[in-house]
């Protein structure tokens, strides 16, 4: 009998004593398993006389079920231990500050894009896109310039082959969509993106750069509603007091064309080293769709008439945020780029 509370004593000291769920698992087989020392007991039992049996018996029982239970609780301290020491590591401290995550901003020429397109959009113009890998008929033949015309050399031009270049100019979005329309008035549109020129970089020329093509086609349009609305996008894009002036110049898909000069925003037409002294800043080339160009496409040059207008908007940008090397745009300086998070 005393060995049994023996037995029973140490099982219980061994489960407290038990300070993982692998050690209790150890004890439970030293004590309860078939070879363990409640069950060697039971054994014993056999060689007890007849009359001791029933309570030596009765006290193993008691004992088995006295250590399965300490077993039991020990096992669920053991688990919540385990869950809270899980807890403990696994903590995140949500009031640390994070890592800073470096955000991009908005590019400078994707800026004056959006500003262009928002001033059209509330003028009613629709927005047109077109492939930069374009055909030689689009780029040239269409706006007027065949092969062998000498305008051709006005853009030094990368060809894919023959009759497959990079558009040197947003003109061929223009004649695709003159193309598409197919005689149908009015069209009233513009074409933002990017063009190509065989050119060598330097601060005023890249090889890559982008312009924003305007084209309205339809019944009495004049060379006046071409100043009007030019006007009205120097004063939004420059600051309100701006004027335009029209010189004559030569495009071959107009008839008159113009280069437009707005006055300097700088000195206000005073005169200073921004627009060297004269007042006026170049800002985009113009004209009358040239009625050769309108006939080409399907549209009667009798009945109607169009402007059109072809702006750079690296220049824009240049003059806008007083940049004076073109190549900033293209060099990924972040330096460079973060300064224009305060327009954004
Ligand atoms: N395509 C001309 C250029 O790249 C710019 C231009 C001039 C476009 C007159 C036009 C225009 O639509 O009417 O130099």
């Known amino acids: 009998m005393d060995k049994v509370l023996e037995v029973q004593a140490e099982a219980l000291q061994a489960i407290a004593d038990a300070d993982s769920l692998q050690a209790l698992q150890d004890v439970r087989v030293r004590y309860l398993g078939r070879k363990g020392s409640i069950q060697a007991l039971m054994s014993e039992m056999k060689s007890l006389p007849k009359e001791e049996k029933p309570a030596f018996g009765q006290k193993v029982n008691v ?4 250590v399965t239970e300490a077993l039991e609780k020990r096992q669920t301290e053991l688990n919540e231990l385990a869950l809270i020491n899980r807890m403990e590591e696994e903590k995140i401290d949500i009031t640390l500050r994070g890592n800073d995550l ?3 901003t908005t590019h400078p020429l994707i800026m004056i894009q959006q500003e262009i397109e928002d001033l059209f959009i509330g003028m009613g113009y629709k927005i047109a896109e077109g492939p930069e890998v374009e055909q030689d008929f689009y780029n040239f033949e269409l706006a007027n310039i065949p092969k062998d015309h000498p305008a051709r050399d006005m853009q030094d031009t990368f060809y894919i082959d023959p009759n497959t270049l990079l558009r040197t100019h947003t003109t061929a979005m223009q004649m695709r969509e003159l193309e598409k329309a197919k005689g149908q008035t009015p069209i009233k549109l513009i074409c933002p993106g990017k063009v190509y020129r065989r050119d060598d970089d330097d601060a005023t020329h890249s090889h890559q750069f982008m312009q924003c093509e305007g084209l309205v086609v339809g019944e009495h349009i004049t060379l006046g509603d071409l100043k009007g609305t030019l006007e009205f996008m120097a004063n939004k894009m420059f600051g309100e007091g701006r004027k335009i002036r029209f010189r004559p110049s ?6 008159p064309s113009v280069e437009v000069d707005v006055s300097c925003p700088f000195c206000n037409g005073k005169g ?3 627009c060297k002294g004269s007042g006026w800043i170049e800002i985009l080339g113009a004209g009358m769709v040239h009625p050769h160009v309108l ?3 399907g549209f009667d040059s009798e009945k109607c008439s169009g402007f059109a207008f072809g702006i750079g908007l690296e220049r824009v940008a240049m003059l806008k945020y007083g940049i004076d090397d073109i190549r900033n745009f293209y060099i990924n300086d972040t330096r460079f780029l973060k300064m224009f998070d305060r327009f954004d």
Do not use: A, R, W
């Open 63 to 66: 004992c088995k079920q006295v």
């Open 102 to 104: 470096h955000l991009g």
């Open 250 to 255: 030569y495009f071959p898909f107009t008839e």
């Open 272 to 274: 200073c080293s921004v």
């Open 295 to 297: 006939e080409m496409n």
